[in-house]
């Protein structure tokens, strides 16, 4: 069971020198990653703070627009007002809410993430320089070791077997035992554990990301059903108004304060027919009896008409008899310039003439 849960493959199977800068490379990656999702949670948790303070402030502007706008000029109540104030309570806990959400992020997730980046980097920065030192001492050592051996030949090459011979012997044994003996160590304890202490390392990193990003995820959906139950709440309750019942209400509570009298009825004062002719003459229809016929306002309404007419037929046949008299003084004037003889024929045709006229 333990052979199939466990990889194939593992850090220590990269222990070689040239393998190394992957590992690392890998490690920072992971760490970079680590320090991009802190940020961004860092950025959205001040997004949060910023929307919720807005928010805040967009609330407390309306209402008091409410109260001096609306309020103050007509005691406005009922559902619908009392839905406005809802939908600002509602806009008043989203402020809350986004606030929760943020501190929520910059608790459980900001500062903790961010220390465990800062622990991360401090530890592969010592493993880096860890692998740093033992290979600059695995150097030194090989050389001193190279070293001992050139002298010791040349000493065999230069004396022989003499006893400064023996002695380079011994310091070249000596060192080349305690260098394989350190290799030996380092290659197969230091080395191992270094490149095991780097991957859980990474695992560690892995699974804190992922734990993370599904405490965010956690975090929103808590959020969001929240919200989302108060909004239907309120969905539900604003789909139950009846207009004609709030119009109603209103005019109830307008009755109420008017201390219940009854309303008077409006009176509507016709406009009644005025002749251009003359006006003194003219009925009004307010001295008409409630009992008169439409016959009898025509006919009433027809006097003005006739007696228009009479008045103009009298001014034309008065007209008409002064220029009669005109021509008569005319003619009476011209009989008295003509002779005698002629003058009493046609003073008896005159009375003739009086007579027929």
Same mark, same amino acid.
């Given at each position: 069971m333990a052979s199939n849960s466990r990889r194939r493959l593992s850090f220590v199977d990269f222990a070689h020198p040239q393998a190394w800068h992957k590992l690392i490379e890998y490690a920072q990656v992971t760490i970079a990653f680590t320090k991009l999702i802190t940020d961004f949670t860092n950025q959205w948790a001040k997004i949060c703070f910023l929307a919720s303070s807005q928010l805040h402030q967009l609330v407390i502007d309306f209402r008091k627009k409410t109260e001096t706008e609306i309020r103050g000029k007509c005691q406005l109540g009922?559902?619908?007002?009392d839905l406005w104030e809802s939908l600002l309570l509602e806009s008043e806990l989203e402020s809350q809410s986004l606030k929760k959400m943020a501190c929520l992020m910059e608790k459980e997730i900001c500062i903790p993430l961010g220390s465990f980046i800062t622990s991360k980097s401090v530890q592969l920065s010592i493993n880096k320089q860890h692998r740093s030192d033992l290979n600059e001492i695995l150097e030194k050592s090989h050389e001193i070791v190279r =070293?001992?051996?050139e002298e010791y030949a040349k000493t065999y090459n230069d004396s022989g077997v003499t006893p400064e011979f023996h002695r380079a012997h011994n310091l070249y044994v000596l060192e080349l035992t305690g260098v394989n003996s350190l290799l030996s160590k380092y290659q197969y304890h230091i080395l191992p554990q270094l490149l095991q202490?780097? =991957?859980?390392t990474q695992v560690e990193i892995i699974d804190t990301v992922c734990q993370n990003l599904q405490l965010i995820a956690?975090?929103?959906?808590?959020y969001h059903e929240q919200r989302h139950c108060s909004l239907a709440s309120f969905v539900v309750t604003s789909t139950a108004t009846n207009p004609n019942e709030e119009l109603e209400n209103y005019i109830c509570s307008m009755n109420e304060t008017s201390g219940g009298s009854s309303t008077p009825p409006v009176?509507? =004062?016709? =406009?009644?027919f005025v002749s251009p002719v003359n006006t003194r003459n003219t009925i009004s229809s307010h001295y008409l009896s409630p009992h008169t016929t439409s016959t009898d306002q025509l006919i009433v309404y027809a006097a003005p008409v006739i007696q228009s007419q009479l008045s103009s037929r009298c001014k034309q046949t008065g007209e008409r008899i002064k220029e009669i008299k005109k021509d008569?003084?005319?003619?009476?004037?011209?009989?008295?310039?003509?002779?005698?003889?002629?003058s009493q024929p046609?003073?008896?045709q005159q009375p003739h003439e009086d007579q027929q006229q």
């Open positions: 009922g559902m619908m007002y =070293e001992l051996q202490g780097m =991957e859980q956690s975090l929103i959906q808590n009176h509507i =004062e016709f =406009e009644s008569k003084s005319t003619l009476l004037t011209n009989i008295s310039k003509t002779p005698v003889k002629q046609q003073q008896q």
